[in-house]
Each structure stands twice: as structure tokens, then as C-alpha cells.
């Protein structure tokens, strides 16, 4: 059995950091922002959280797993990369509530109302407003 190397403790490493702050972000979500959000933001979050937990274990594998003395294997950077992106960009519309193609409509389906067309549901701000 081989020493667990550099490139296999950053993968580890960056595994347990995505788990970790998946399991903070899902509590904060869960018991601070159950109030604020809409569920459907809600449950994007979970979703965010799911996924960003689930490559955080993938991770965890692929440092257990991998046999490459590369500083990080491709299957770690697209996993990182993966978590980054899809993550993130689920986080910045709970956040924002605005989506990929602008801000959805009063329905949440992407089809506005017209006199809802660029605003949020009444009664709930987006997340970014409410720190302000």
C-alpha cells in the first residue's frame, strides 16, 4: 500500500471541506433561512447542498482510490470543478433570485405576470436585500 501522497491528501482535503461546509450551509439554510426564503428557494438550497455534499464524498473516494502522483487527478478536477460551478451557481439564485435567464416572474415558472414581470414574490425578498 502506497503513503497517502500530497495529491491524495489536497483531494482529500478538498473533500472534506466541500462536506464540512455543505453540512454548515444546509444547517444555516435548515434553521436561519426556513423563514426568509421561498420552499422553492428552499429547495434549491437543499439541492445545492445535496450535491455539493455528494462531490465532497466523491472526493473522498477519488483520494482513497486514486493512484496518481499528479498535484490533482481529472477525475478530482472535474469533480472540484463540477461542485463549483453547478453548487455555486444554485447558491447565487437563492441568494439573488435571479436565475441563469433573469429574474423568474411571480409564478416561478418563468412565466411573469404582467404587473409581476422583474419582481420577487410579495412578501419575500431576495437574500442578498435582506443583509442590506
Same mark, same amino acid.
Given at each position: 500500500m502506497t503513503a497517502f501522497g500530497p495529491s491524495r491528501?489536497?483531494?482529500a482535503v478538498a473533500g472534506a471541506l466541500l462536506m464540512a461546509?455543505?453540512?454548515v450551509i444546509g444547517a444555516f439554510g435548515a434553521h436561519w433561512l426556513a423563514n426568509l426564503l421561498t420552499p422553492e428557494r428552499l429547495s434549491t438550497l437543499r439541492t445545492a447542498v445535496d450535491y455539493q455534499f455528494l462531490n465532497g464524498l466523491g472526493l473522498l473516494l477519488v483520494a482513497a482510490l486514486d493512484r496518481d502522483? *499528479? #498535484?490533482l487527478s481529472l477525475p478530482a478536477a472535474l469533480l472540484l470543478a463540477?461542485?463549483?460551478?453547478f453548487c455555486g451557481a444554485?447558491?447565487?439564485l437563492v441568494a439573488t433570485d435571479v436565475g441563469l435567464f433573469g429574474r423568474r416572474g411571480a409564478d416561478d415558472r418563468g412565466l411573469?405576470?404582467?404587473?409581476?414581470a422583474g419582481q420577487s414574490r410579495p412578501g419575500? *425578498? #431576495?437574500?442578498l436585500t435582506i443583509w442590506r
Open positions: 491528501r489536497l483531494t461546509t455543505g453540512v502522483q *499528479r #498535484p463540477g461542485a463549483l460551478l444554485l447558491y447565487a411573469a405576470d404582467a404587473g409581476a419575500r *425578498r #431576495p437574500l
